[in-house]
């Protein structure tokens, strides 16, 4: 729930640079790996939301299949949906499937997908610093993409900056070739090919700000949690303001 409006919007944004491509079609097919409460349906329903009066979008239909572990996300998720997206007057016309199983237990349960069918998988965030977990889960995950997607189809990958750089135990800097070969590393290490991948960054930059230094920035040009920073503070006692942040690839792949 922390992460959930970040996430939202992080996604949000990587939908509106997939249809600037021309690469959504009206009829699509998604699959979300380990999605929480639904926030890859989430970004796309609010895009198409949002986007209306500005340019012209054909009705969609959209199949969206949730692969996740946790059953409580998936409902929770759902009934949000019902609340705050299918109440709008600008319905989205979604067809929601709920596979609820752990990714570490594949072999028991891939018949629950259909085969060459999906046009986008996503995997948001759900990557594994520990060696033998990364080398496991990209292992089922490359078995999916093999399976289920579609020859014409893209995977949608968002990982963290600091993610990202950590397991290849490289500094994240400026030089854009260098990042661009850690990139190409971790979608081989999928089985993927790069077809783009963009750097969402609240600060402009590619250098992490030091803690105190970016605090200072966020209160001053960041906007504010206005409802989510009240509960943490209740719940969590959080002894600050939170602001909206961004610091995640948005990386577009394809099977090699």
């Not at 996740?68 to 989205?92: N, P």
């Not at 949608?156 to 490289?170: A, H, N």
């Not at 750097?199 to 250098?207: D, E, K, M, W």
């Not at 966020?218 to 906007?223: I, Q, V, W």
């Amino acid at each position: 729930m922390k992460y959930f409006l970040e996430n939202v919007y992080c996604i949000y944004l990587a939908w509106f640079l997939i249809y600037q491509d021309a690469l959504l079609p009206s009829k699509v097919n998604i699959l979300d790996i380990a999605a929480g409460p639904g926030t890859v349906a989430y970004g796309l329903a609010l895009f198409l939301q949002s986007s209306n009066g500005f340019f012209h979008i054909p009705q969609m239909h959209i199949s969206y299949y949730s692969l996740e572990k946790q059953d409580a996300f998936q409902f929770r998720g759902l009934q949000f949906w019902r609340r705050y997206i299918e109440s709008r007057l600008t319905t989205v016309n979604a067809y929601f499937r709920f596979v609820t199983t752990d990714i570490f237990t594949w072999e028991t349960q891939s018949n629950n997908l259909p085969k060459d069918f999906f046009d986008f998988i996503v995997i948001s965030h759900c990557f594994f610093a520990d060696p033998a977990k990364r080398v496991e889960a990209n292992n089922t995950y490359n078995q999916i993409f093999v399976s289920s997607l579609k020859n014409s189809g893209y995977v949608l990958l968002i990982v963290q900056d600091k993610k990202l750089f950590k397991v290849y135990d490289v500094h994240q800097v400026e030089n854009q070739e260098q990042e661009k070969n850690v990139v190409h590393k971790f979608l081989a290490e999928l089985g993927l090919e790069l077809v783009w991948y963009k750097y969402l960054t609240s600060t402009g930059s590619r250098i992490s700000l030091p803690v105190a230094e970016f605090g200072k920035f966020a209160k001053e040009k960041l906007p504010k949690q206005l409802y989510m920073s009240p509960i943490m503070q209740q719940y969590f006692d959080q002894k600050y303001q939170s602001h909206y942040i961004l610091d995640d690839y948005v990386i577009l792949a394809k099977k090699s």
